[in-house]
């Protein structure tokens, strides 16, 4: 229930808004706002609630593919942190948008709710057709926000940003389509199967199909050509949704869809983690010469997220925690500083860092938050990046020393740019003249107050964010045990194998029967075996459907 | 019996609350009330000291450990937070806590009237939390905690007056620096637990595991990965006890208000790098090389950095060269495994710098920001309080027989020469067979030399600040005045210390104490390391040429300085021509080794690649279009002649159709 | 005399080829419009002499498709024709050949 109610009600909340007033953008955010919390709470409620899964529901046929296509969701531990993540930011985006929007807020609440269903969507699918149904629908709200509330650039920031997306994704629609009409339905495990049995260039061409969608959703390095005018040019709000929660999609997709279904070799997997690592020091170097705020900290996500894939395919056994806590502190540090480098332009004017300055003496409470969240965005030991950091330095370590290395340079660099990034904005003197504009308001700055403490206290308890993997492995081996047991009840009428009726014979023989008797019993047990085993088909696919 | 959880959590407290205050009051034009605020701040600092006085006191010899909970468990990797007071986390903690009390009460009157008056005491509590923690913990990831966290404290403290952007770019310079000591630190301990697993990182598991191995005889399997390990622990202590590569940042940081010159980079944080080293002492001991590298890096630190100080005219940058300089000392000290030698170095050279840097502060207090020595001289007579401070300070760090810095240095001196086992190995040369050289005496002559050098320069300071007659403008001589009580308090104490504190092990009087509590921590380790053969010699010849050198530093300088003509100060207070290029070597080093290829590299991103990508973005899209355009060329104007079009082309289809017998 | 089914077929074939033609020649957008009407009932027209040809059991069903086809001939009008005059205010022309704005 909670998980249709995330996935559907977003949208449902969309329509809601549509009936509110165009004109009062008090009215709409309040009710906006509330739907906000409420579905923030319901995310921190999935999160607590451990591994859950819907009823697979027959959704459609694709014509040309042997099975339905379900919708079908189910949370697990990685999905559930996902999914607080697009949740809490999309709250704190609509917290803050009411100091930015100066037009409609309603349609930008509007088109938040429903990039929130669909990234919802596409963190909870548990059907390959699903979740590629929300990744792509994740792209037309998002286009459409950036095309209404950008800046400048906003009608070339919102193309480009579609075109890159969209196409990026349509090798990996065909890729799709190619192993449903073998696969016997859209399931993750039927799609692994499928995949076995084709030739190795076949699976290649799949593999890099997929990667392709992925890769530039991430984004990684050399498809990144959309992320730094679509950052930058998008609202912040917007912004701090695209990179804390959207971007996530690619990395989450590396991790559920591509590493499940494909068998990888090792030179792949090594090609992947080097791509991975290069995209964190090209973020960081990029980030070094950026000159525009919000372009800084796009490369600096890209920085980030390319770690967070070259630790994915570092193929250690602390990947999955490691990735699940750097995603979830580099959510929420990019979203805040996003969020604050939106308050910082609203007040000032600007987003080029050579015009700002000077803030710390002006706006202390500004500051003191912008600050804050620069340095746990250096990931200091104590705040959740360090975890997520170290623990990504760990398993890049299992490869080798020079990938670990590579990464702590990485480290070296983010704090150069981080801090050359703070001492623009907020210290030094004022660069020029300017009419001030709104200043931080109090539920925004409390917003972000409450994201840095969540930094504060998963650095120093990341059993929070850890466990939630660990609940799951525990569920999943509990359904694994519920699954032998059920063939073991099973196995009372399961089909006998020849052996045992030959053994059946022999003892029936030693025991005095006849042979036409034997010959009679051994008959009934052969015509017991085949219904026996029509009924267990039966049950394993009624079983297989219930797991679902 | 108090918790050891409570000894960091008393200043954390503090700074929370402080922190509080800060931004509360943030909005208001006068700030909160100077009196409570510095109350306050004293207060946990003051606390948690008494909290370590009283554990000192009720130590039992093995020491106390305690787990407070899990921190991180994930696959492959567990660590607690616990903590573990013993000999060793005891001295370090016993002068961290007292000192940073004596400072923090010393700032009350130093920071008076300034804006970021709650700010500032937040950041000291809060440095003072991360040391705590540094000291205290029980393994490896909790101290890098505490690591990177006074690197946090010292960035944000150098940075204070952050409207000036010469003081943020000194923060920023700190904090990258170190940052680059830190990841040498952490893919050290990624060694470790690639050797033994997460477990290594625990100090205790750590040392039963060396000794296993020795016992076991593996060294010479697990040395070369240890080895590695060993240098990047190194490379992180040259971070922060800014150490030959990585000191530049050390002179910058004395931007920062002077009380946190004294505290963090005199007295506590830049000597974590020693306690590191002692703390994994019994690694370090059977790692030759490294050892090798530690002794000729601190060599190398101690003598460059001496010089340079002779160069300075800013009162603070001699002491921040003289830092280093003693620093080099330390490490010149654990190289040779003589880790109690260090870290009694540590304790006397706390005393002794942090006075000589709030002497320097309540100088520039009384100068009114003065910083540049050329235009200081005859204090003496105005401020007298200080410059009996300052020149106590001064004899004990020169090594004046009797003050707390003779005891130690000696000390050193004398392990150095004993101890070091370095050497040049034979070798033939045109056919002539050169047996090996030992060069311990290389390295004890270098620390004399360097002895000498220090009183030359140190000599130099008192010289230009409180003798002969001042000669700064007219007007400014009459605001001279003696610092407040509130700062000559800490003062007093801190010379006290440097008087007194050598007594705690005045080994050629026979007292030992300090080298009995270190025993149990880093006892093993040293006795590893004895050297097989040396000649019994008379410490008091080590003692007697470590006076003589004191002596003849002060000689010197009393020869050059005392009646020269010192050249009126113009421009910076920076050294110029052949001074400056020994000055700032290593950052001249820093800019081509570091800054300019990182640079470069960016600038290939950014303007190479990046629009090479960007091209390429753009054909694709023009192929497009033009695509797109052709296939507009399709389309004609007329309505009708479309349809008609349309309609042939049906029939064309049909006729297609038809014709070929259905097989398209 | 029986109606042959051939006649049929030739009045809807001459029917539809009318519309066709007026459709394609003349300029007046309301004339394309009425030619395009004109060969949708030449179809109809084509339905129901086909029905004739079978039995007459089954020919009621022929005759019902042109039912549909009526219908949606009705709504097709309505729109385009609203289209068509909509097209027209904006142009104040009726001329079909100055519609070339669809024109990348």
Known sequence: ?548 | MISLGLIPLFPLLGCIILGAIAIISSGSKKGPAEGFVGTLAVLFPALSFAGVALLAFNMPDAGIRETVCNWIDIPMFRVDIGFLFDGLSRIMLLFVTGIGTLITLYSIGYMHGDRGFARYFAYINLFLFSMIVLVLSDNLLLTFLGWEGVGLCSYLLIGFWNKDLKNCQAANKAFIVNRVGDIGFLLGMLCLVTIGGSALLNYDALVNFIQMIINGNHLEVVVPVLSVAGVLFFIGCTGKSAQIPLLTWLPDAMAGPTPVSALIHAATMVTSGVYLLARLGSMFAILPVVLDIIVVIGMLTAFWAAVAGLFQNDIKKVLAYSTISQLGYMFMASGVCAFDASIFHVFTHAFFKAALFLGAGAVIHALAGEQDMRKMGGLLRKTPVTACVMIFAFLAIVGFPGFAGFWSKDLILERLFMNCTMYIPGFTIFGTEVPSIPLNGVVYAVGLATAVITAVYMGRLIILTFFGSYRGSKESEEHIHEAPAVMLIPMVILAFGAVFAGYLWADSIGIKFFAETLAPVVGAAQAYNVPAVTAHLNPMIFAGLGTIAALLGMYIAYKIYANARIPAAKGSSAPEGGKATWTFLFDSLHKYVGIIPVNVLAWICDVVVDKILGAAQWTIGAIATILGDGAATFQVRKVRLQIALSILGLIALVAIVLLTGGTF | ?104
């Open chain 1, 1 to 548: 229930m909670l998980l249709h109610l995330l996935v559907l009600a977003p949208f449902v909340a969309a329509i809601l808004m549509v009936m509110t007033s165009k004109d009062d953008p008090k009215s709409s955010s309040r009710l906006a706002i509330l739907m906000g919390i409420i579905f923030a709470a319901m995310s921190v409620a999935l999160i607590a609630g451990g591994n859950v899964a819907t009823d697979a529901i027959e959704w459609f046929h694709i014509p040309g593919c042997k099975g339905p296509v379900y919708y079908y969701l189910y949370s697990h531990g990685l999905a559930a942190w996902m999914v607080f993540l697009s949740c809490g930011l999309s709250l704190v985006a609509l917290i803050s948008a009411r100091g930015i929007t100066t037009r409609s807020y309603r349609n930008f609440a509007i088109g938040i709710f429903s990039l929130m269903g669909a990234m919802n969507g596409t963190f909870l699918a548990a059907d390959a057709v699903l979740f590629f149904f929300f990744f792509e629908a994740m792209v037309i709200p998002a286009a459409i926000l950036i095309a209404g509330f950008g800046g400048k650039d906003r009608m070339k920031a919102a193309m480009t940003f579609a075109i890159y997306t969209l196409v990026g994704s349509a090798p990996m629609m065909v890729a799709l389509w190619y192993l449903l009409t073998i696969a016997d339905n859209s399931m993750l495990i039927s799609l692994a199967i499928a995949l076995q049995s084709l030739p190795e260039g076949t699976q290649t061409t799949l593999f890099v199909c997929f990667l392709l969608a992925f890769l530039v959703k991430t984004p990684i390095f050399p498809f990144h050509g959309w992320q730094a005018i679509t950052y930058a040019e998008a609202p912040a709000p917007l912004s701090a949704i695209l990179t804390g929660a959207m971007s996530k999609a690619g990395v989450f997709g590396f991790i559920v869809w591509v590493l499940p279904i494909f068998p990888l070799s090792m030179s792949a997997i090594s090609c992947m983690m080097w791509l991975g690592l290069f995209t964190a020091v090209y973020g960081a170097l990029m980030a070094l010469r950026a000159t525009d705020g919000k372009k800084l900290l796009a490369f600096s996500s890209m920085g980030h997220l390319g770690l967070a894939v070259a630790a994915v395919f570092s193929g250690s056994e602390a990947m999955f925690p490691a990735v699940l806590v750097l995603l979830v502190a580099h959510g929420i540090s990019a979203g805040a500083l996003f969020i604050l480098m939106g308050i910082a332009e609203r007040m000032t004017g600007t987003r080029e860092l050579d015009q700002l300055g000077g803030l710390s003496s002006k706006n202390p409470v500004f500051s003191t938050l912008f600050g804050f969240a620069g340095v746990m965005a250096l990931a200091v030991p104590g705040t959740a990046g360090f975890v997520g950091e170290f623990s990504v330095l760990l398993s890049l370590w299992d490869m080798g020393p020079l990938p670990a290395l590579v990464a702590g340079f990485t480290l070296i660099l983010s704090a150069a740019y981080m801090l050359r990034f703070i001492q623009k904005v907020i210290f030094g003197k004022q660069a020029r003249e300017y009419e001030e504009g709104r200043r931080t308001s109090p539920l925004e700055g409390v917003s972000i107050g409450v994201m840095l403490a969540l930094l504060l206290v998963f650095g120093f308890h990341p059993a929070f964010v850890t466990d939630s993997l660990n609940q799951g492995e525990e569920i999943e081996d509990a359904a694994a045990a519920q699954v032998l047991s059920e063939a073991a009840i099973n196995q009372g009428n399961a089909p006998m194998t020849e052996d045992e009726i030959h053994q059946l014979d022999s003892t029936l023989a030693a025991a005095g029967f006849r042979d036409d008797e034997r010959a009679s019993i051994i008959a009934q047990m052969k015509a017991e075996n085949s219904t026996g085993a029509d009924e267990v088909n039966e049950n394993t696919v009624k079983g297989a459907s219930d797991d679902e």
């Open chain 3, 1 to 104: 005399m029986e109606l042959q089914a051939i006649y049929v077929q030739i009045l809807a074939l001459v029917i539809f080829a009318i519309g066709l033609i007026v459709a394609v020649s003349r300029r007046n957008v309301f004339f394309v419009l009425m030619g395009v009407e004109l060969a949708l009932n030449a179809v109809n027209l084509s339905f129901v002499g086909f029905s004739k040809t079978l039995p007459a059991d089954a020919s009621i069903v022929g005759q019902v498709v042109p039912l549909f086809s009526i219908a949606v001939a009705a709504a097709e009008a309505c729109v385009g024709l609203a289209m068509v005059i909509l097209i027209f205010r904006n142009r104040e022309s009726v001329d079909a050949d100055t519609y070339s704005n669809m024109k990348g």
